[in-house]
């Protein structure tokens, strides 16, 4: 009896009952979390001891096993419930199984049939095949790993088993050839069903020590979470060409297939090979695909199973490539099926209906149903979808970056954000793919902004391997009214924005700003042919025009339009059914006849259009037209006009007809140079009950005087003192023409609750004090914003005295804004005097909100505002970073909040952090340098003139080269920062203490965990690298400290030399009109005395040297102080010196 079983690597060599053991890779290493410790539920045994097992014999008969040019081979097979059994002969299956009858007793109709168990079994006894080198000749079905039809030009039929071994990990395949496909339909069926049986009542179809191994595979790969992990055995099959005829017909056993594990993690499949056993040097391979293929799962394309056999079939493709077919056959194949499925509606939740082909048998779908549950959509579906489809391309998911906001109208928006870094200055296709793919069918956000986003990269880049992503149903399952060819011609970015636009119910706004930098060709070249254009308009505007999109809010701004883009505009606007909201082009490219064109086919949308923006474009509008063509718009809220070139004359450019007849909430004219009579128009629509909708009006830059914007204010206020609601922008218009009237009509109470007056570059100091003096007067304003205001030069007293006045009388501020602006091409402070006006705040109960950035605060006036805290209990936010205050400065703001409950912001200056770094290790850098040269002149050293001093001794020293190691340059810069590490952390726990009583929680004031981490005065640069090098390099600076203060000759004064660089790097700090202000006495006293500079006096403070002169100073000397105080540090007006 042959007893011949292919393996997969030797097809010469034979199964075996008995299957060879080896040990684990690695006994001691304990089993994941996924592996199952549990025991098989079936005892499986040896085939010797088959008394204990399950003998019902489900079928036998004769069948071949193979065949050459000159013999076929046939074997008698038997299937039980729990192995195939393979005999030479039936006469030795009858002598195993009592149900077969013997050859000489049988009838002629008993062959290939099954007949269940009768009588008593009789033990089994191994039967031995002649031709085989092995006495087991049986294959346990919870071996089995697959079973499928071989599909070839033979003439005959056959399919194949292959198993594994797990105890060592070898697979063998066994073909079993029938002269019918009924007979060959009829094994298969049975064995399969038989194989399913069994593989249904093992919990544990895999060995722990394979799990575990292949969990480790998965895990390395970062897709491993036990709860999201299962593992399976296939056989990968090679694709068949039909046509390839093998020259013999045993070719049939040599097929190499190959035996794996399929991992399904997180958001891949893993196809991992068999683990070697320590018995054999090699492991069978992957044919088609390297070690440890994954594939990420939302590239899946098709999923299709065999209702025949265990075969099926998966596709992946990723975008603009081909794509790569798995065909495979496992027992476990609609389990498969079912896993992917479910992980895959986990990772992308929202998508209806899926992109994928998805054939497999009733049963699995049955399977799927049942097991299904519904996942919640919350705001983690994104971040899942997101990550899920980043790692499928190949993109680590940090990369993309996003914000959700919440704005007045169609909220929330998904707002994408350029990626960091300044490598990098724009997406990759990939990845605006994957985010594009990721806001599919989503209904959580009623806006999308690309804004500033470069969209180049998918225009006009086709995906020619494949249609899976295209989109040609909307939400509600209505076809798109587009052919499969004209979307299949369409560009990636074309298909992508349609997608969005149909796929999401709630989608209202979608914002393309700057997101095509392409410019359009200025003529039509018949040759060339017709300009793509930029795509957006394409995908939007016909899906606008046949309703196929709840999108009526476009936004192009900043996006060049050419004649293609302007065909689809034109024919989308004149449809009625189009039913626009809002059209914003600014920027566009628009000419006088684009623009007549425009405007004239967006008549159709007058009872829909709610905003349009045509600012900033080339075209000269003629006041005459352009006013009737706007005013057939009955329902206009948004009207931006910012940049608009007009003609001169006297007309206005909007009548106040036009205004009245609208409902306007924002009316943006910046940048527009405004007549008389367009001012005229505008008061009258302010007096008029029909402009109370207004709430921003926007006049500034339109070369407009003090005497009109007073007159703009009077005409919008009913009575004076009652404030408009509005928010007004009047900034760089000639507001110190009539001066007078602006500041009366402020101090009167006739401006709006928002005003903005920015970048004002005055020439007569006194009108800004003036103005300062109206707003203390005032008591409409809620919210000033006076940012980037010029003087002349720094505030005189006078003009600070008034600013007090305003941060103490004014009792209606809330929010105020002065900041200054500090750039290369320009400044604009106030001054030093700020910080005297800045103490007026202490007295201010109603301030809220300060803005106070750029105007070159230092270290004194951050002592000011520290003071100021400690009084004023109003303030809630406090933005004064870009000041240049020191670290010293910014304690003190940190220990000011010990006792102030209210600030709940203030920023952790990482501007200055950031500079004081820089500066320290410049001056250590040069003091390396410095250090390390030899110089060979000679010089009196501070040691020494202090040595004469206290000694009398009038000797030459020769300086002595004491280098800074790196290790001491290192600790210093870590010194600094530790220092602003802890001061951000005090601060971080005072703001939440803050935040924690302003919402109601119990929060004792006192912070015990604070408490510890309060400093003292930072060191000075001497001080700094002093202390490092007692801690690191204890050398000849310890000996110094300790009272040696003379060398010998042949030795540098490295002490005298850290003075030089430490005076050097407090370069500017001094004031070189009194050098004096602010000094410690006794550094004044020292320095005069040993007549060495303050620098040099501050260091031998922070030496501990002080002492030791006192006692020989005289007590006398006119400029000893009265008694000696500790050595401060040398802190300037502003720490940081001007670059």
Request: aromatic residues 6%; charged residues 25%.
């Amino acid at each position: 009896m042959d007893t011949k079983g292919n393996r997969l690597r030797n097809p010469t060599r034979f199964g075996s009952w008995k299957s060879g053991k080896s040990g684990s890779d690695d006994p001691d290493d304990e089993p994941l979390s996924a592996v199952s410790s549990k025991a098989p539920s079936v005892n499986w045994g040896e085939f010797g001891d088959l008394g204990l097992r399950s003998r019902n014999v489900l079928l036998h008969g004769e069948v071949q096993t193979s065949s050459t040019l000159f013999r076929r081979k046939k074997e008698y097979l038997v299937l039980t419930e729990t192995h195939v059994v393979r005999f030479k002969t039936q006469q030795k299956a009858s002598e195993t199984f009592s149900e077969i009858w013997s050859p000489l007793n049988r009838s002629a109709s008993s062959k290939h049939q099954s007949r269940p168990s009768v009588g008593s079994i009789q033990d089994f006894q191994s039967c031995a095949s002649e031709n085989s080198g092995e006495r087991n000749v049986g294959t346990p079905l919870r071996q089995v790993i697959a079973i499928y039809q071989l599909v070839d030009d033979r003439p005959y039929f056959a399919f194949e088993i292959t198993y594994m071994d797990e105890e060592s990990n070898h697979p063998y395949a066994m073909t079993l050839q029938f002269g019918s496909p009924e007979d060959m339909t009829k094994w298969l069926t049975a064995i399969k069903a038989a194989a399913n049986r069994v593989r249904s009542l093992d919990e544990n179809t895999i060995s722990e020590n394979n799990t575990r191994l292949a969990a480790r595979i998965v895990e390395r790969e970062g897709d491993y979470d036990p709860r999201n992990f299962a593992l399976y055995k296939v056989v990968q099959r090679p694709s068949h060409k039909p046509g390839l005829a093998s020259s013999s017909s045993d070719d049939l056993t040599k097929i190499s297939n190959s035996v794996c594990f399929l991992a399904v993690g997180i958001h891949k499949i893993h196809l991992i090979p068999i683990f070697k056993s320590r018995q054999r040097s090699s492991s069978p391979n992957l044919m088609m695909y390297p070690s440890e293929a994954s594939f990420g799962i939302l590239t899946l394309t098709s999923v299709r199973l065999s209702e025949i056999d265990d075969t099926f079939e998966l596709v992946f493709r990723t975008p603009l490539q081909k794509p790569k077919v798995l065909l495979m056959a496992s027992l476990a194949a609609g389990d498969i099926a079912v896993r992917l499925h479910h992980v895959e509606h986990f990772l992308r939740p929202e998508w209806e209906p899926r992109p994928y082909v998805f054939l497999v048998p009733n049963a699995v779908k049955e399977e799927i149903v049942s097991t299904t549950i519904t996942d919640k959509i919350d705001e983690n579906s994104l971040v899942r979808t997101l990550c899920a489809y980043c790692i499928a391309y190949n993109i680590p998911p940090e990369r993309i970056r996003y914000t959700i906001t919440y704005p007045e109208d169609d909220f929330p928006c998904f707002q994408l954000l350029p990626p960091e870094g300044r490598r990098r200055s724009g997406y990759g296709a990939l990845e605006l793919l994957a985010v594009m793919r990721t806001l599919r069918y989503n209904e959580s956000f009623g806006t999308i902004s690309f804004a500033g986003i470069s969209l180049d990269v998918l225009n006009e880049l086709h995906d020619r391997y494949g249609s899976d992503h295209l989109c040609t149903k909307t939400k509600r399952g209505t076809p798109i009214n587009l052919s499969m060819e004209e979307l299949s011609k369409s560009c990636l970015l074309v298909q992508e924005i349609r997608a969005l636009a149909v796929t999401s119910r709630r989608l209202r706004r979608m914002n393309f700003s700057k997101c095509i930098t392409r410019e359009p060709a200025d003529f039509v070249d018949e040759n060339k042919g017709k300009d793509v254009g930029c795509g957006i308009v394409e995908a939007l505007f016909p899906l606008c025009k046949y309703q196929t999109t709840n999108v009526d809010w476009i936004i192009l701004n900043e996006i060049t339009l050419g004649e293609t883009d302007l065909e689809y505009l034109i024919a989308a606007a004149a449809e009625r059914h189009c039913h626009l909201r809002a059209l914003e082009l600014s920027k566009c490219g628009l000419n006088e006849r684009k623009m007549s064109l425009l405007l004239d086919a967006l008549r159709t949308q007058e009872n829909t259009l709610e905003a349009i923006d045509i600012s900033k474009n080339t075209a000269r509008l003629v006041p005459s037209i352009f006013d009737p063509q706007l005013s057939v718009f009955g329902y206009i809220r948004i009207l931006n006009l910012c940049g608009v070139g007009h003609t001169a004359g006297p007309e206005p450019l909007l009548t106040a007809e036009t205004l009245l007849s609208w409902r306007l909430q924002e009316l943006n004219l910046s940048g527009t140079q405004l007549n008389h009579a367009t001012i005229e128009a505008i008061a009258t629509y302010l007096k008029s009950p029909k402009s109370d909708s207004l709430h921003k009006l926007r006049v500034d830059r339109t070369c407009i005087t003090g005497r009109q914007i007073a007159h703009l204010m009077r005409s919008m206020t009913r009575y004076p003192g009652m404030a408009r609601e509005l928010h007004m922008d009047i900034s760089e218009n000639y507001i110190e023409k009539f001066h007078f009237e602006f500041a009366a009509a402020i101090s009167d109470g006739y401006a709006p609750m928002h005003l903005t007056i920015e970048l004002i570059d005055y020439d007569d100091e006194s009108h800004f004090a003036e103005l300062a003096l109206a707003i203390a007067k005032n008591n409409t304003i809620r919210r000033l914003d006076v940012t980037k205001v010029s003087l002349p030069s720094d505030a005189s007293e006078g003009t600070c005295d008034a600013l007090e006045k305003m941060f103490k009388d004014n009792k209606t501020l809330i929010a105020l804004d002065m900041s200054g602006e500090d750039s290369k091409l320009e400044t604009a402070k106030f001054g030093v005097g700020i910080n005297k006006a800045l103490c007026g705040l202490k007295y201010n109960n109603t301030l809220r909100e300060l803005h106070i950035k750029n105007q070159g605060l230092g270290l004194q006036g951050a002592s000011t505002l520290a003071d100021v805290l400690k009084d004023n209990t109003s303030l809630i936010s406090l933005h004064c970073e870009n000041n240049n205050i020191p670290l010293q400065g910014f304690t003190d703001l940190v220990n000011a909040l010990h006792n102030n409950t209210t600030i709940q912001w203030l920023p952790s200056m990482d501007d200055s952090r950031y500079e004081n770094l820089r500066q320290t290790e410049m001056a250590i850098r040069n003091m390396r340098g410095e250090t390390l040269s030899n110089t060979p002149a000679k010089h009196t050293s501070v040691r020494s003139k202090l040595a004469n001093k206290i000694g009398g001794k009038a000797s030459v020293e020769k300086p002595a080269v004491i280098p800074i190691s790196d290790q001491d340059a290192r600790a210093a810069v870590s010194l600094v920062e530790e220092s602003w590490e802890r001061q951000a952390h005090r601060l971080n726990i005072y703001l939440q203490r803050n935040v924690n009583i302003a919402a109601g929680i119990p929060t004792p004031i006192d912070i015990e965990e604070e408490l510890p981490e309060r400093p003292d005065r930072p060191f000075s640069m001497g001080k700094l690298i002093e202390q490092v090098q007692i801690d690191s390099t204890p050398t000849i600076e310890k000996q110094a400290i300790l009272g040696a203060l003379d060398f010998e000759d042949d030795h540098v004064d490295d002490r005298s030399q850290l003075d030089q660089h430490s005076q050097h790097f407090v370069a500017q700090q001094i004031s070189e009109s009194d050098p004096f202000v602010d000094m410690d006495p006794m550094v004044v006293s020292l320095a005069k005395e040993l007549d060495v500079s303050l620098g040099d006096a501050q260091t031998l403070l922070d030496l501990n040297a002080a002492p030791r002169l006192m006692r020989q100073i005289s007590p006398h000397s006119p400029t000893s102080p009265k008694s000696p105080r500790t050595p401060r540090e040398i802190k300037p007006r502003e720490a940081i010196p001007h670059r």
